[in-house]
């Protein structure tokens, strides 16, 4: 037997995660600044940092508790959907999800954003349209999405900056679903 390396985009992106949060312990918040979306009043648009951290905020987290909710979900349906949709479509999902959620970040909340629950949760809405044959919509769909948004609005009461990633990005994972299968 030997190791396969089934999906090298979400493997490699879990890596990547794992090795910021490495390096942001190991050398403290300002490492991680590089991997936050900053905030409205936080970002330039004459800084070329804050234009890539609207990329790469995906990759920090501030616990491994953070890292490993995401992770779990990400490798958990991201491996399925790579090989149902390619790796060049999961990393252009991903980065869309991640330009949008930072442009969204900076536009409405004053905090910063790090993580990747909004790619996680893009991944579970796109996960419940593997199967979708032409001119259906999945049940899964409508129960996935039900118990995701009502998580999301009756979970703790506060919508924050976490909760409005996780349905911009599930939001977006719906959209990929129905794009990619028209």
Known sequence: MRLRYNA??????????????????????????AFTAPGRGGFSARDPFDWVALFLHPLGHASWEHLLGNLSIILLV????????????????????????GILNVLFFSSG????????FMMILLSSFVNRGTG???????????LFLGREIAGDGAVGVSHFAHLVGGALGALFGFLRHK
């Open 8 to 33: 090298p985009v979400v493997i490699t992106f879990s890596v990547l995660c794992a090795a910021v949060l490495l390096l942001s312990l190991l050398f403290g918040g300002s490492f991680l600044e």
């Open 78 to 101: 991201g491996p399925m959907l790579e090989e149902k949709h390619g790796s060049g479509a999961m990393v252009l999902m991903m980065l869309i999800t991640a330009l949008v959620t």
């Open 113 to 120: 954003l790090v993580g990747s629950s909004g790619i996680a």
């Open 136 to 146: 259906e919509i999945p049940v899964s769909f409508i129960l996935v999405a039900l």
